[in-house]
């Protein structure tokens, strides 16, 4: 199957600092590619939805200018966490989608996620 | 979006079939139904989906009410590895920047 690849898995901060995480599509072009966080014991919660070349599409409740998201190529999206606060810290998850020519187009793959603790 | 509901977990032994029950009374008739699975601390991991008829994959076989209100996932010989949160969720027919919107899914623990 399609793998999506997130990178890192795992990354502690101060406070104040910002975090940049990578979600690549390895074996696809993914047209769209869509961030989520999920807090201990809750499900996922969707932040952002980005088309290759576009911006990206935030849900209502969520900064855009705080949850900086690129998506420059058809297999790397970026999500950047600026000035990390301690309830900034969460689970992120990427997943991707391939191009409507796809065979498993209606499929999205996931990648590990990033577990995030700002100190 | 149509709304799913599901128990918010279950229990079954190892080496027999598991039922995961979940219902769309909601759901409209271009709506997909999709299962997804998360194992802990991973990313959620495409499971199946289907629209009318049942379907059978590699992973699990999925079981549709002819009114299509409720579904079934069906794990016909569940292993140790097969604990984790699954989650059925609905799904637009069109292909754009359609999203899934995961619930509370249901916590199954395998007793070996």
């Known amino acids: 199957g399609a793998v999506v690849s997130q990178h890192p898995s795992r990354v502690i901060c101060k406070s104040g600092t910002s975090v940049k995480i990578e979600c690549r599509s390895l074996?696809?072009?993914?047209?769209?590619m869509f961030w989520y966080r999920q807090f201990p014991k809750q499900s996922l919660m969707l932040m952002a939805t980005?088309?290759?070349?576009?911006?990206?599409?935030?849900e209502q409740g969520v900064e855009k200018d705080k949850f900086l998201i690129n998506h420059a190529s058809l297999t790397l999206s970026t999500l950047t966490v600026t000035s990390a606060h301690p309830e900034d810290s969460s689970f992120y998850i990427c997943?991707?989608?391939?191009?409507?020519?796809?065979?498993?187009?209606?499929?999205?793959?996931f990648g590990a996620g990033t577990r995030l603790s700002v100190l | 979006d149509a709304k799913t509901t599901q128990p918010n977990s279950m229990e079954s032994n190892e080496e027999e079939p598991v039922h995961l029950p979940c219902n769309h009374s909601?759901?409209?008739?271009?709506?997909?139904i999709h299962w997804y699975r998360q194992l802990p601390s991973q990313g959620p991991e495409y499971v199946i989906h289907?629209?009318?008829s049942n379907v059978n994959n590699r992973m699990a076989s999925l079981a549709i009410a002819e009114d299509r209100k409720s579904s079934t996932l069906i794990l016909h010989r569940a292993t140790l590895r097969d604990a984790a949160v699954y989650y059925c969720?609905?799904?637009?027919?069109?292909?754009?920047?359609?999203?899934?919107?995961f619930g509370t899914g249901t916590r199954l623990t395998i007793i070996p």
């Open positions: 980005s088309n290759e070349g576009s911006k990206a599409t935030y």
């Open positions: 997943s991707a989608r391939g191009s409507s020519t796809f065979i498993a187009k209606n499929i999205q793959y």
């Open positions: 909601t759901i409209s008739g271009t709506d997909y």
């Open positions: 074996d696809f072009q993914a047209t769209t």
């Open positions: 289907g629209l009318t």
């Open positions: 969720i609905l799904r637009g027919a069109n292909f754009g920047n359609e999203k899934l919107t």
